[in-house]
């Protein structure tokens, strides 16, 4: 019980892991929002100047004010179009500096330009707050609890009577449930991004080798195909798959394949994106490898060579591998098309040699 409760305060209900495998989408989401909402601002603050400014009321003495959020809100939205992206706690600290003015100019509102009315802006505020960016829960909770001692604390020096009740009253039952409400609408949104970010995760990637599948794939290489960078493709099959399915079933054809997952991400891996294209057959995209071509292969040669399964004893990897800077004439597919062939050729060289083999035995 103690864990759930933990859980939906520190991670809107999601377990840890799972909560961090979201967060990438999240200040995504409060990146887009923080710019909607901060041009809202702006827009709402400029018009309100330029009335004020035409207005012979009370109201032009707020001009400063005025000016002032709309500065602030312009400084806002340019700050995260500018570095959220490569900061992403750029976005976090535009989030509560946005909450923190928009909270303070709602108590500006109540306290200072109508201290003897019924507030509406800071309750406004406080019952919009919830929806407006995602927040960890425990993190709502302190902010809105920080905001209404604030306010009361306030209150309290300025307001008097009936007034000041009122008040106390309103921003007490608001802020409550505005905690409350801020706390469903986060597990409601923790669970769209984790269930998103499952479904993206189950359409590009293949569950049993947890590789990316064609669909990635084909993905990656259309957007190389509108750059110019230096690439690498690896083209892998198995050998004997089917007769190792035929001759011991599909357990054994299932080690086959995972170990030369193991092989081929444990040699190539870190250098580029590995894809398991066909039932046995796996691509690599790699950056240019020209330098490390010769140590690698011999890597994967020798990895391969000392694999050993529980119910299959070898594993035999045919593969073609080009460069795009050794074949600059080529395009993306032309390169992909050689890779094949090449990886066709040592199939078939490997079949020749193993019937020499059986041959000479």
Known sequence: ??????????????????????????????????????????????????????????IRANIPSYVFSFCFFLILFITVQLFSKKHPVVTTVCVYSFITVLLGFGM???LVLSPNQATVSFIAILTVLPGLFYLMPLCLTIVILTAVITYISLAVNIQSGKILTANLVNSSVYGSLSIAMGIYIMTIRASKFNNDRIN?????????????????????????????????????????????NDSMGHKAGDELIMGAVSC??????????????????????????????EQLEKVFSDTVEAWHGNSVEKLSISYGLISSTEHPELTLDELILESDRLMYEAKAKYYREMNVERYRK
Do not use: W
């Not at 495998?21 to 827009?43: C, D, P, V, W, Y």
């Not at 990635?216 to 198995?238: G, H, N």
């Not at 444990?266 to 330098?291: H, M, P, Q």
């Open 1 to 58: 019980m103690l864990r759930r409760i933990l859980n939906l305060f520190l991670y809107a209900g999601l377990d840890k892991e799972s909560h961090e495998k979201i967060r990438n989408e999240i200040n995504q989401n409060n990146g887009t929002n923080i710019k909607g909402f901060s041009l809202i601002a702006m827009l709402t603050f400029l018009c309100i100047t330029v009335y004020a400014s035409f207005s012979k009321n009370d």
């Open 200 to 244: 993206r995760f189950l359409s590009t990637t293949d569950q049993m080798t947890g590789l990316g599948n064609r669909r990635k794939y084909e993905a990656k290489l259309d957007r190389l195909r509108e750059s110019q960078l230096p690439i690498t493709v690896i083209t892998f099959d198995i050998n004997n798959l089917k007769k190792t």
């Open 264 to 293: 081929i991400q444990g040699t190539f891996g870190k250098y580029g994106e590995c894809y398991r294209t066909g039932g046995d057959e796996f691509v690599v995209i790699a950056s240019n490898l020209t330098n490390d071509r």
């Open 108 to 110: 500006y509102m109540g």
